[in-house]
């Protein structure tokens, strides 16, 4: 059968298949972005789309966050990411998000107010970290904390609960997460759980409870926190991925946020999405104790015969230099010069990066480095544990996550999310009884 998709014209596209003719409204976004909406397609024609791994598929319009691909742009509510990191904070950043607009200094006090208000995690969920096996990884116990919570926080359904409410509980997962976070650290450790302080910021409470201790008394270090609100404002939103478009459609579902957020966490976990920052200090680990020749680690990258990839390269949507990895790499000169420290991976990644770049099969593949090649490296420097990567990067995804789940509850017309599937299996076939079969 003859499918042609044809002109799209102001706003709208035809779609010829066969003998039928139809058209379809056209979308276009703020930055002339187009989409064909075919949400009418199947009772129009009969027919569904297919697009695996969804790299043609938008699910919603959003107002959130902005990126281009080909020109490495990415803003959110129209800011572009550089400035945030420049002169914002990761809580002034979270409010935008949330909120769609920078807060007034009274605003923005107000919700630091709230932050350290609801920052204490109920004594009863200790119980539960000290009874994780001690190799569990700290994504596993995150995702399913933050399920917990709903137990101990209830919440009411959307449509029964005061926006005031709402907003409180969307505060509580932004400060209970760090808590969390710091609270499964000490207690890994075997070492005593050290409580917010109301004088500390965000990023300086969270240094607070994972490093104070009594033989070594926590000091507020502005680089560190200048760093981390980097990598946190870095990490805040990035429209549709593979974990954002989870929370959205665990949520459609109408289940509480917690499970949702739960399931975003659980969907960053893996290592072609957030678990990449793991990854990459694993892979330039391993390079090192190979002997520091990168050479055959490309070559592995380019054979098709060999799983192995280049961790912290490559994009979906990216087809140029990542903004984000731009701004860390940057931060990871600033904390190596203003802490007089060095890393010996550094120099890896660097020359990892050199090579790759000039490389044919990078070039001709678009494959650059990702917010993940260097972020490990900054996290390094800042005393994180490599297993606890990925956790930095879910609390810094928390208020991305947030906005969008609150975008789509707003949403009048939110729908469940449910995709279709063309089936290729058996046509019908019969039940046989166990004794009468081949
Ligand atoms: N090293 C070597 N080859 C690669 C890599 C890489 N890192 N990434 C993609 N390719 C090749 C891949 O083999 C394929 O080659 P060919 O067309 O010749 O078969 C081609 O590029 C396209 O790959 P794909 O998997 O279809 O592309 P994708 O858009 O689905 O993948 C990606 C995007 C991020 C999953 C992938 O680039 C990757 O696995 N990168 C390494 C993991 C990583 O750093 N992830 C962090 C992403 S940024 C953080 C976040 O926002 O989640």
Known sequence: MDIRKETIFQDTAKLTIGDLSVELPVITGSEGEKA??????????????????????????????FMDGEKGILRYRGIPVEELAEHSTFVETAYLLINGMLPTRKQLNSFSVQLNDQSLVHEDMKGFYQNFPPRSHPMGILSSMVNTLESFYP?????????????????????????MAAMSYKISRGHKVVYPRPDLCYCGNFFNMMFDSPVRPYQVDENAIKALNVFWILHADHEQNC?????????????NIYAAISAGIAALWGPLHGGAN?????????????????????????????????????????????????IIKKTADMLFEKMQVSDPLLD???????????????IDHNLYPNVDFYSGIVLRTLGIPTNMFTVMFALGRMPGWIA???????????????????????????YVPIGERA
């Open 36 to 65: 064909i909406d075919i949400s009418s397609l199947r009772n129009q024609t009969g027919f569904i789309t297919m697009d695996p791994g969804l790299g043609n598929t938008g699910i919603c319009t959003s107002r959130i966050t």
């Open 155 to 179: 919440i009411l359904k959307k449509s029964e609960t005061r926006e005031e409410e709402i907003n409180i509980t969307l505060t509580r997962i932004i400060s209970k997460v760090r808590t």
């Open 243 to 255: 974990s954002t478009s989870a929370v959205r459609l665990v949520a459609s579902g109408r289940v």
């Open 278 to 326: 793991q990854a990459v200090i694993e892979m330039l680990e391993a390079i090192q104790a190979d002997g520091g020749n990168i050479r055959p680690f490309v070559e592995r990258a380019k054979d098709k015969n060999d799983p192995f990839r280049l961790m912290g390269f490559g994009h979906r949507v990216y087809k140029t230099y990542d903004p984000r990895a731009k």
């Open 348 to 362: 890896i990644a660097l020359e990892l990066e050199e090579v790759a770049l000039k490389d044919n099969y990078f």
């Open 404 to 430: 969008q789940w609150k975008e789509d509850a707003d949403n009048p017309k939110w729908r469940l999310y449910r995709p279709r599937q063309i089936y290729t299996g058996n046509k019908t076939n019969h």
